[in-house]
């Protein structure tokens, strides 16, 4: 997030009403995970004591959104997500999740130069009782969000051909690329 932008501040009241404070109007879970999928970060607070509250909402949209269905995490992973929280797993699993996440928003592009500034992170993690389950969940959720991407406006359809030869090699060159991460992922957890 750039400093010039500053977060949307909503006020959690004492009535656990939401006030927007941009509009001068109350606001539902909703209506702050559509402010966030449009692009906005938003920060919560509660009006009395001051703190910070929006990892709690934004964890509450994500299971109100689980709970409708609308599953984006699979079972595994959320079951590892709780295996994390042990004071041994604390300190890498937040950085990788951030690293995935990026490597997302950033495009398949980038997904090479990304695993490689994690392969230190990811000596330091094979070590950790769990690792392989782990590590095939990661694969699993890297795949599943690919293919979300590749149905994304402006990108590639799924099941069809480029539209020119370049596009074709660019495709051609990111699938030897997540090969390779794969098998080198594959390697590591050995």
């Given at each position: 997030m750039s400093e010039s932008v500053k977060p949307l501040l909503i006020k959690r009241y004492a009535s656990?009403?939401?006030?927007?404070t941009e509009s001068s109007?109350?606001?539902t879970l909703e209506d702050i995970a559509g402010f966030i999928r449009a692009g906005r970060e938003v920060q919560i607070v509660d009006l009395k004591t001051g703190d910070d509250l929006t990892r709690q909402y934004l964890l509450q949209i994500i299971a109100e959104h689980e709970s409708r269905g609308e599953n984006v995490l699979p079972?595994?992973?959320?079951?590892?997500?709780?295996r994390s929280y042990?004071?041994?797993a604390q300190s890498v699993v937040p950085q990788f999740l951030a690293m995935s996440f990026d490597m997302l928003r950033e495009g398949p592009g980038k997904l090479a130069e990304q695993m490689n500034a994690m392969n230190p992170m990811m000596a330091q993690m094979s070590k950790m009782p769990g690792?392989?389950?782990m590590q095939r969940q990661q694969r699993q959720f890297l795949e599943t969000m690919m293919a979300g991407w590749a149905s994304m406006p402006g990108a590639a359809a799924s099941g069809t051909e480029?539209?020119?030869?370049e596009s074709a090699e660019d495709l051609s060159a990111i699938r030897?690329?997540?090969?390779?991460?794969e098998a080198k992922l594959s390697k590591m957890g050995k």
């Open positions: 656990r009403r939401l006030y927007n109007d109350y606001v079972l595994e992973v959320l079951t590892d997500l709780v042990t004071a041994q690792f392989e389950a480029p539209e020119d030869d030897r690329q997540l090969a390779a991460l």
